[in-house]
């Protein structure tokens, strides 16, 4: 699935260098081609020494010669020998109880270029994805970024409707935290010549326990990064993706099936970056019993479980693992039926976990 921005929607990223064996598009600064693996000509030498790397804090040896950690560049090789260093973000877990998250970055990709943020409070939680756009410059870097400026703003207004104002603009704070990922992203410098400026998706949620049997979610987004609610009646798909093939059949100018068909039908259409022409966050709240779970994923994960009875026949019967196992599973599934893209799984389980199978319940009330 093309995550690359709409050209028809405020210009987008420039035009991609390409690799010479299968024309996929290709960064400038990447040595390897991301679907085929052909090496590709930087125009750079080892000899040169090493670029800025990508997080000066990481100052392990390379693996392979054991030379010094200020040999290794921004995209992990190193300079002495050229190997290939592993990154911690190639596959990394986050665990916060309830809720909890697994991002990789798949089989095709020679990075990982989501990000994931979460946060369980004490009668709440906060989840956000983001999907770097892989034809960009550092698209790594601004879904980290994004991802946990608004974690923070979601939490922080979270935690002040539990405590002290219960008036806060949930609605609102979608906004300004999407405001702020979009300032994050504008930070991440793109590179002189290169082939974009830095983007990515996101989608985001704040779950609050009303007290009552009730959950107030509220789900923004911005991208084709989804969320869906799950529980023991089946899963719903909350979002509804910011993408070509949509604005043409909301717009009636096509059918559905000839707008699917369509090689641009995935082309995203709203993203947070420089080019990004609307920045203004879609927001669905809704009140569910609070019994289920709340999932955020990029396309590497509903990519190959897109409609939503698929994604609860994954789920059905996992009821009895913890939210970290589930998520590794899911990603498991994803790598296992190809693994093309990366792929993140954020979720946020509330209630009683047996309510999730509808193979050993009872129907629901």
């Known amino acids: 699935m093309s995550n690359e921005p709409a050209p028809d929607n405020g210009g987008g990223p420039s035009e991609a260098r390409r ?3 299968c024309s996929e598009p290709a960064p400038p600064e990447t040595k390897f081609c991301e679907n085929c693996a052909t090496e590709l000509d930087t125009g750079e030498s080892l000899s040169a020494g090493p670029r800025p790397r990508a997080n000066p804090a990481v100052s392990a040896p390379c693996v392979d010669c054991g030379a010094a950690g200020d040999n290794i560049d921004r995209d992990d090789y190193c300079a002495m020998c050229g190997a ?3 990154d911690a973000r190639d596959h990394l877990e986050l665990d916060d109880g309830a809720v909890a998250a697994v991002t990789d970055k798949g089989l095709r990709h020679r990075r990982n270029e989501d990000a994931c943020s979460i946060a369980a409070l004490s009668t709440g939680a906060v989840l956000v994805v983001c999907d770097g756009v892989s034809t960009t410059d550092h698209p790594d870097r601004a879904s980290e970024a994004a991802a946990e400026i608004a974690r923070q703003v979601l939490e922080r207004a979270v935690s002040q409707t539990l405590a002290t104002e219960p008036g806060t603009d949930l609605k609102k704070a979608m906004q ?9 992203v504008l930070a991440v410098e793109p590179i002189p010549g290169g082939q974009g400026n830095p983007s990515t998706t996101i989608v985001a949620a704040m779950v609050l326990d009303q007290g009552d049997g009730k959950l107030d979610v509220l789900v923004g987004w911005l991208g084709d990064s989804r969320g869906y609610w799950i529980d023991r009646s089946g899963a719903t798909q ?7 093939a949509n604005e043409q059949i909301d717009a009636g100018l096509m059918p559905e099936a000839e707008a699917q068909a369509d090689t641009r039908a995935h082309t995203i259409t709203r993203w947070l970056g420089r080019d990004a022409t609307d920045v203004e966050v879609s927001v669905v ?16 994960l509903w990519n190959y479980a897109a409609d939503p009875e698929s994604l609860f026949d994954l789920v059905n019967g996992m009821h009895h693992l913890s939210p970290l196992e589930l998520a590794r599973q899911l990603t498991a599934f994803a790598v296992d039926s190809g693994g093309h893209d990366n792929i993140t799984v954020a979720l946020a389980r509330f209630g009683d976990q047996a309510t999730m199978s509808v193979t050993d319940s009872e129907p629901a009330p």
């Open 19 to 21: 690799c010479p064996t």
């Open 285 to 300: 709240r809704q009140e569910v019993p609070a019994e289920g779970m709340l999932l955020l994923c990029s396309d590497g």
């Open 238 to 244: 909350l979002t509804v993706d910011h993408s070509w």
């Open 176 to 184: 300004d935290a999407v405001d702020a990922a979009q300032q994050a």
């Open 84 to 86: 290939k260093q592993p």
